[in-house]
């Protein structure tokens, strides 16, 4: 007969167990060199197809070798292994980012971070610091207001935008641009209206708002396609750096993008959006030994520039897998924050808007056509559930030429409001829904606001519904539209708690082991790589992320808790915690 070990028991067993693996590296450091790397004494949670639960792993080169208990990994280790000592910690396949924006990442820590502003008075602050420190004529650049998420409205406010006048105040000399979190809107001031040459006249643009006020001036915010007008003046200010300028920006952007990931346990990171200079440089900086996070970039180009060039920049697993093209990125809509996410139904809080269709249908039925024809993934930006509808069809179609194409794994990017009759169409048709947990309690205070409760309750953030119907749901941040945080992203997967505590439409939550597998094994398979990463199995790539808590069972207030002790990326430690006592 057995009983539960007791706390004084289990007590024991772990004071003992360091002097039983110490004498088991003895041992068998005679019998040869063994294998180059363990790590003993955690809890390996592996996500591989039983969810198994080991203690120890065993690494040769940047592959698992092994996986199994102390005893039995330690039987491996020889004169030459590197031997970790987990202590108990919480051992995970590397975190795998399935939707954010790379440089954009890493030039976000180089910008004015206006997260945190609670109020639009705030912001002018940031902005007016700023000046003081810049010479007259540089631009001052800042990403990250909400209007729906400040404590207070501004004064002056149309559509519930700010207006331009006391930014223009605080910076008569320097042009100012900031962005929208979405990315979807920016408010620029005077100066920067005046260099773009926006004036009352100015119409706007094809898929995209000029915000006027009630004389039909220019407010300073411009929605979707209208960024345009001011992010040129923008970037040929840029282009009169010089070459070497542009370059270091560049590479500053990538390390701060790659600091910022492996403190935060991020092993793989889809990066949504890229040219074909942007993988040139990655690939400059993989061979230099720059980028220690694995990439897979979907192209961002013109379809003239796809039919030129696009055979020759699929790349599977160059780097030693640093760097994999295979997929293109679209958008067909804005986002709901800034009233862009193109709706069957128009907005509650601006009567008769439906929100913007940002790419043509045809342009996106050329691109659908180009990437069949040529093996690519398309990871289509959609959020409003008429964008949704749109661009499943456009699949559908596509699906529909080329039957022989049954595993095409094309992604739908966000797939944040859905109509109730095209959430199964997911399942049906094979396409990944790649969400992001924190979008929907980042913006459940307004969603309500935006489409009432009847529609947010049918197809606001349903990952329940679209799991439940055997659709693939991959997790991320969107950074920087959020923080590159997987354990926030966690978080808001498996409680859907705002701010105030109360819940957005539970009934929607993930599971704990849903919401670790979104960030895992369904990252990887959403990339085609489930047989290279996303799981803890031998042979398979050794990135593991270690955690000093146990997310699948710990307090729901411990997740937000959790501290990311060690980053691995093909065996080789590349984040280790200051005050973490491992590997010392």
């Not at 390390?255 to 040219?275: P, Y």
């Not at 519904?465 to 992203?489: I, M």
């Amino acid at each position: 007969m057995s009983f539960p070990p007791t706390a004084s028991i289990k007590k024991t067993i772990l004071l003992i167990l360091p002097l039983v693996i110490i004498l088991f590296t003895s041992y068998c450091s005679e019998v040869g060199p063994g294998v180059e790397k363990v790590i003993i004494n955690g809890t390996v949670i592996t996500v591989d197809d039983s969810n198994s639960i080991a203690e120890a792993i065993a690494i040769n080169a940047d592959t698992i070798f092994a996986i199994g208990s102390n005893v039995e990994i330690a039987l491996l280790i020889g004169d030459s292994t590197d031997v970790i000592d987990a202590e108990g910690q919480f051992i995970y396949p590397g975190f795998i980012d399935s939707h954010a924006h790379f440089l954009g990442l890493g030039k976000s820590r180089m910008n004015l971070d206006l997260m945190d502003a609670n109020n639009w008075d705030e912001v002018v602050k940031m902005v007016a610091d700023a000046v003081d420190k810049s010479s007259p004529g540089d631009w001052i650049v800042g990403r990250g207001w909400h209007q729906d998420k400040w404590s207070t409205p501004p004064v002056e406010s149309f559509e519930g935008y700010p207006e331009h006048s006391i930014l223009s105040q605080a910076s008569p000399l320097n042009p100012v641009v900031l962005s929208h979190a979405s990315g979807h809107a920016l408010i620029a001031n005077a100066q920067a209206m005046e260099l773009a040459g926006v004036t009352v006249d100015t119409q706007d643009p094809e898929g995209g708002r000029i915000i006027r006020d009630n004389a039909g001036n220019p407010t300073g915010v411009f929605e979707e396609n209208g960024e345009n007008l001011i992010n040129s003046a923008y970037e040929a200010s840029l282009e009169r750096r010089t070459p070497d300028q542009q370059k270091q920006d560049e590479i500053r952007q990538l390390e701060l993008a790659n600091e910022e990931c492996l403190r935060n346990g991020i092993t793989s990171f889809h990066d949504a959006g890229a040219s074909f200079s942007t993988i040139d440089f990655y690939k400059g900086m993989i061979d230099a030994g720059k980028l220690k996070v694995r990439l897979n970039v979907m192209l961002e180009e013109e379809n003239s520039e796809y039919k030129k060039r696009i055979a020759d920049y699929k790349i599977l697993g160059y780097g030693n897998n640093h760097l994999t093209v295979r997929s293109i990125k679209k958008y067909i809509d804005g986002a709901l924050g800034s009233r862009g996410a193109w709706m069957l139904e128009p907005y509650d809080d601006l009567e008769g808007h439906t929100g913007l269709n940002v790419t043509p249908i045809s342009e996106l039925e050329e691109t659908a056509k180009i990437a069949a024809e040529y093996g690519f993934q398309i990871c289509t930006h959609a959020i409003g559930d008429k964008a949704n509808r749109e661009i499943l069809n456009i699949y559908e179609r596509e699906f529909k030429k080329h039957p022989e194409l049954t595993d095409l794994r094309w992604r739908v990017e966000h797939a944040q409001h859905l109509s109730a009759s095209d959430i199964p169409r997911f399942a049906k048709l094979g396409v990944i829904a790649a969400m992001q947990g924190i979008h929907c309690t980042s913006d459940a205070t307004f969603v309500p606001k935006r489409i009432g409760d009847f529609r947010s309750e049918e197809g606001a953030y349903v990952w329940r519904k679209l799991l439940d119907s055997g659709a693939v749901v991959s997790n991320g941040t969107d950074s920087p539209v959020e923080r590159v945080n997987p354990l926030a992203c966690f978080y808001a997967s498996v409680t859907r708690k705002i701010k105030d505590g109360s819940e957005f439409y539970p009934n929607q939550k993930m599971t704990r082991l849903e919401a670790l597998k979104s960030y895992t094994i369904n990252g990887a398979f959403a990339c085609f790589e489930e047989k290279l990463k996303g799981s803890l199995e031998v042979g398979k790539l050794a990135d593991i992320t270690i955690l000093d808590t146990d997310l699948l069972n710990c307090p729901e207030e411990k997740i937000n808790e959790a501290i990311v002790k060690q980053t691995i990326v093909g065996g080789q430690v590349v984040y280790k915690n200051r005050e973490s006592t491992l590997f010392n």
